[in-house]
Structures are given as C-alpha cells and as structure tokens.
C-alpha cells in the first residue's frame, strides 16, 4: 500500500476531509484537488531530484500538495518556518528543493537567502502564477499509474535539539503502513494543529485519517487559547501534540467546558508526568505518550498496567534493549529502593537500541556521517538514554548529551526533571549539566515557574529535602528561573541555548557549596566563578556572556 492508492481509495468518498477556518472538502473533493497538485508539480519538475519544498502554516493547501506529491511520485520537503536565515537556507540547500511553494506572508523568511537550485524558483500559493498553473491542469484526473511503496515521499526533518536538524527519508510504504495500523474510523474527527511539516501531524494525525476515512480539523496554528472552543465547535474526538503543548493548554485558566466534549484519547508524547496527569483529570481524557522518532526504527508503546511515567514496551518482535555504548553491553535492569529513588542509576541507564530494528530506518539524506553513527554495528543507536525495571518497563532519561558527572557519580537529567515538575510553582523544568571548575559537572535546573511566581529559596529546599527518590548527586546547584523554556518548531524543550549562557543569564540562585542555603547569584560571585575557571585552565568553558540579570524575579 501506498500514500497514492490510500488517496485514490478516498476518491468516491463524500465523507468530510479536511475541515479548514469555515470552509470544508470531502475526501473525493481532496482527492481530485491532490490530482491538480499532482499534474501541475509535474509541469514544475526541472533535472535532478523531484524534490519540493514547502513552507507554508497549516492550511487546505499544504494537504494538497501532499496528495499532489503522493500520485506526482515527488519528495515533499516539510520546511520550518521556526528556523532563520542561513539555517533555513541550509535546509533547502541541504535537500536539493528544486522549488519551493510558500505564500505572502511566509515569503519574506526567504529574501535575500541562498537557496541553490530553488534560486528563482519560489512560488506563491496565493499569487496569480500559482493560481494560472492550476487553471492549467483542472480537470486532471486521477493517474493510472501510481508511484510503487519504495518511492521516497517525505523528507522529514529532526526536530535539531542536539544538533542541525537531519532529513529523514519516508518512502510511501512506510507512511501506508504507518497509517493502516490505526483505529480510527469514519465517525472520529481529529483535531490537527501540530504542524504538518513534521510526522507528528502527518503520521499521528493525517494519513491515518486518510486510511480510515476520518474526519481532520486543520488549525492554521496552535493556540492554546482556541484549543477548547475547537474541539467543542468541531466535537473533535482525538488530538496529537507533542513537547510542551500540554502545558500550554493547561494554563489556560479551567473551566466546565473542558469535561464536556467528544475527546476520547490525547496522543502526546514527550508531555511530562504532571501535565499528563493534570489533563487527564480536567478534561477526563487519557494521555498515550509512548516512545518514537522521525526514523521510525524503535517504537516503544504503551500498555495496561504501566507504571506511571514509564513509557511501555516496545512493539512485537523488535528487540529493544538498553545497551552501554561504551562496551556495547546491555544494561542491568534498573532497581528501586522503597521510595522509588533508583539505586543503581550509573550502570542501569544507556543508550535505547534497536538490535533488530536497523531495517525500519529508511536513512538521512545527503549525511552518510550521522547514518553510519546511527546504524553502528547493524544496531539503531537511538541517541536517546533509557533504562529499563525489572518488569520489562522502559523509562525515558534524556538524551544523550544530557548525562551529567557530579563528585564521580553519572546520571541523566530526566529522573531528576520529573522530580522538580512536583515543586508546586513549576509549570516546566530542564535540567542540564554546567562545568564544574576543577572537573565533571555541577547540577543546572531552568525553571518556569507560573505566571506570577517567584522562587521561594526556603520552600525549595524543604521541597528538596522532603523527596525521597532524589539523588544525593542530583538537587541542582544553580536554579535559573526562565520565562519560557526554549522549544524547537515542533514544541519539544530546547537545551542549547540554555546550555550556551551556563549561568549567565537570567535570574540565577544558586549554593555557593554544598549545605549552604540558596541566595541570588550576584555579579561578584560570577566574577569569582570565571576567576575559578581561569585558576584551573578551563578557560574554554567560561561562557560567552559576561553579565547576570539584574536582581529580582
């Protein structure tokens, strides 16, 4: 099966498609609109790869030439619009988009930059030579002959929280089959306001509803405060998102209309403990989180009887484990002491592997470098660090940039956020090592704290002392209190720019040693702090800024 014969199977359909900002399309509208996409990328396709880029909000459009792509035999290139300048130019380079349809108001993101073979070839899906192209091919019917499911479809790229973002390639067959394993049916509608340059959308969201005949409220955008009077208006029955979206949602004050609509289920990954929880219980709606990536080549789901916070088991027939990358052994299965605090956290946590799973990892495009790191040994090195109980449940812990050394012992920053998500102001938390000094790493915490809320240093520490799981390593030594945490395009938490400033910016508290209270960092203990690195000959790890935030906060 493929994408194309999914939207041929659509063409009879007169069931509502796509539902957009008061206007709406059945599944045959869709699909004969996807058949003018298809004939008019035909006409814009020049030498070399048949690759399109797309920079456009969610809108009509953009499902369009998806399906206009997908009966074409094109590769829609998904560009966000979140990145800037030389970045976002890198990606359209990067891909070899030989155009690149965008509109008026996304247009001028790409002035002045270097696109390469796209150079003069931007076009408008609301000016007149993009609506003359279409006039040229109304009409067009459905093709006979359908692009096979080895076709590259998709280049999708990585949400670049640990580095440049990377295209992962997406053939037809593995968008099909992706869509066909769900459960929706005729009678769902479902809510997309993920974008849809990324899978989350598309494989969460769109071509299962294509699959099965559902129904698709297209949001332009995310907002938070329009999410409840969407899914009531529309009597959405699912929604996906991912990273911070949850919480977004949640500090729009609580009201009775959130327990008074169709929802039957959140797909949501990424979404803390607590925002899980919280929404479950206003809108009496579970959360799935499960665990997966734009590569598709280890999916962990979840299942009954799960432990709180775990994210499940993985699929039938993959072997997943949790392997050291230093000795590319698996880990011992994590233990518990009565409180929960994980006993042997050094040894138990590693990198999440697929043994047998490299097959379902279609490749980057154009970076042999970071497919070869990915696909070492015949194994997928997801990148990402787990452990594993002695049930079988698999945990997240981070990625693999946020382990943290302190006094010699290692562990990973996600046990400690889940921790600090508890403190009562918090409304989100990313933990993340700074230099220590002399060696290793000293404890970082951003906090974003509710709206209006300030950090009580007493109350923190008694919140500290009164967790039974936390790590002797673990309690931050430095605090940094963050109007917003950063997010990548797609929601999820950004640790980079964070990481760039250490902790020179923002309003910082800290212990100056261990057992000494919080106070607020001041410009003379920065001053003794870079002094200390300068001591010891760790002069590179001095961060580039020079200044703290004035006091307050």
């Known amino acids: 099966m493929t994408v194309a014969e999914l939207l041929v199977g659509r063409a009879d359909d007169a069931h509502p498609g796509i539902v957009s900002e008061g206007s709406s399309w059945s599944w045959r509208d869709v699909a004969a609109e996807s058949a003018v996409r298809g004939a008019a990328l035909g006409e814009l396709r020049g030498p070399g790869p048949f690759h399109i880029g797309i920079l456009l909000e969610n809108v009509p459009e953009f499902v369009f030439l998806l399906g206009g792509a997908a009966l074409a035999g094109a590769t829609l290139v998904g560009i966000n619009p979140t990145r800037r300048g030389d970045e976002l130019a890198r990606d359209i380079r990067h891909t070899d988009c030989q155009v690149v349809l965008t509109d008026s108001q996304q247009a001028g993101l790409l002035r002045g930059l270097d696109l390469g073979a796209a150079d003069g070839h931007v076009l408008h899906v609301d000016g007149t030579e993009y609506r003359a192209l279409l006039d040229r091919h109304r009409g067009a019917g459905l093709p006979a002959d359908l692009p096979g499911p080895e076709t590259q479809y998709l280049l999708l790229f990585t949400s670049g929280s640990t580095g440049a973002p990377k295209a992962v390639r997406m053939t037809q067959g593995r968008a099909a089959r992706t869509a066909g394993r769900s459960v929706f049916t005729p009678d769902d509608i479902l809510y997309c306001a993920m974008p849809l340059f990324h899978g989350n959308s598309l ?124 000795t590319g052994k698996e880990c011992p299965p994590a233990r518990f002491d009565d409180n929960g605090r994980i006993l042997n956290a050094e040894e138990a946590i590693g990198e999440i592997v697929g043994r047998n799973t490299v097959g379902n990892f279609e490749g980057y495009y154009n970076n042999p470098e970071a497919e070869a790191e990915r696909t070492r040994g015949g194994w997928y090195w997801s990148g990402d660090l787990g452990y594993r109980d002695e049930d079988g449940w698999f945990w997240f812990a981070g990625r693999t940039s946020d382990w943290l050394r302190v006094d010699g012992e290692n562990f990973a920053s996600a046990p400690v956020e889940r921790i600090l998500a508890r403190f009562p102001p918090v409304v989100g938390v990313a933990v993340y090592p700074v230099p220590d000094p002399l060696m290793a790493d000293q404890v970082m915490a951003a906090l974003q704290l509710e709206d209006g809320a300030g950090l009580d240093p007493a109350a923190f520490e008694q919140f500290l002392a009164s967790q039974p799981d936390l790590g002797t390593k673990w309690a931050p030594r430095f605090v940094r209190l963050v109007p917003a945490l950063p997010v990548t395009g797609t929601g999820k938490v950004d640790k980079r720019p964070l990481r760039a400033v250490r902790w020179e910016a923002d309003p910082v508290w800290w212990r100056p040693a261990r057992g000494e209270p919080y106070r607020r960092l001041t410009a003379d203990d920065v001053a003794r702090l870079r002094a200390s690195f300068e001591e010891h000959g760790r002069v590179a790890l001095i961060p580039p800024v020079s200044t703290p935030a004035p006091a307050g906060g």
Not at 247 to 255: C, G, K, N, R, T
Not at 280 to 289: L, Q
């Open 203 to 326: 494989l969460g969201n769109l071509f299962p509803a294509m699959a099965k005949g559902a129904s698709v409220v297209l949001k332009r955008r995310f907002s938070a405060s329009d999410f409840v009077p969407d899914i009531r208006r529309h009597g959405c029955t699912f929604f996906n998102c991912v990273g911070r979206a949850l919480s977004y949602i949640l500090a729009v004050p609580e009201s009775p209309e959130e327990r008074d609509t169709r929802l039957k289920w959140v797909l949501g990954p990424e979404s803390s403990t607590r925002d899980i929880a919280e929404f479950t219980r206003r809108f009496g709606c579970p959360v799935i989180e499960g665990y997966g990536s734009s590569e598709n080549a280890v999916v962990i789901q979840p299942a009954a009887g799960m432990p709180a916070g775990a994210l499940g088991r993985p699929s039938r027939g993959a072997d997943v484990a949790i392997i050291d990358p230093a």
